[in-house]
């Protein structure tokens, strides 16, 4: 499979760096183009009464995902990968779909917490409902708590116990 057109959604957190790893590597070996998207989350403010500030948090919501958009952009220049930058607003699952099927893309590259249990239940996963939604491929890489990749999961640490491994 050959990818011309890799979208990465991107909201500039901590783990995005290992996304754009990924996402860039494969651009870079493939000769693709990498589409990077910030979903400004329109919904998580509906509750906000009106005379709020809006105008300042909009403009502060502006400048993180242009923060966001040009971590993408530095990355990708390193690898001499050309982007093409996007920044919509509304609900990040249906935007990423919606982007990903109407831009023609051939993968979708993005982070997942790896959340399990009642963490996953309350904040829900915007990966797991692209990965359900989407018809394009997505290819999801794990980010998280340092504590997580230097100690493995919760799983594998009670599988080691399981097994008699000490932990460190």
């Known amino acids: 499979m050959m990818y011309q057109r890799i979208l990465v959604p991107t909201d500039g957190s901590a783990g995005s760096a290992r996304v754009l790893e990924h996402a860039i590597g494969l651009a870079a070996v493939h000769g693709a183009t990498v589409y990077a998207l910030y979903v400004v ?57 919606r982007f990903a099927e109407r831009e023609d893309c051939d993968l979708v590259v993005m982070g997942t917490h790896g959340r399990g249990g009642i963490d996953r239940l309350l904040l829900g996963s915007v990966a797991e409902k692209v990965v359900r939604a989407s018809k394009v491929p997505v290819l999801t890489v794990r980010v998280g708590e340092r504590d997580d990749a230097e100690n493995g999961s919760e799983a594998e640490r009670e599988a080691d116990v399981d097994a008699g491994v000490e932990a460190d």
């Open 41 to 97: 989350n329109t919904g998580s403010f509906a509750g906000l009464p009106m005379e709020s500030s809006w105008e300042g948090l909009d403009e502060m919501l502006r400048e993180d995902a242009e923060a966001a958009i040009a971590d993408v952009c530095d990355v990708a220049a390193e690898s001499n990968v050309p982007v093409e930058t996007c920044i919509v607003e509304g609900t990040p699952s249906r935007e990423i779909v």
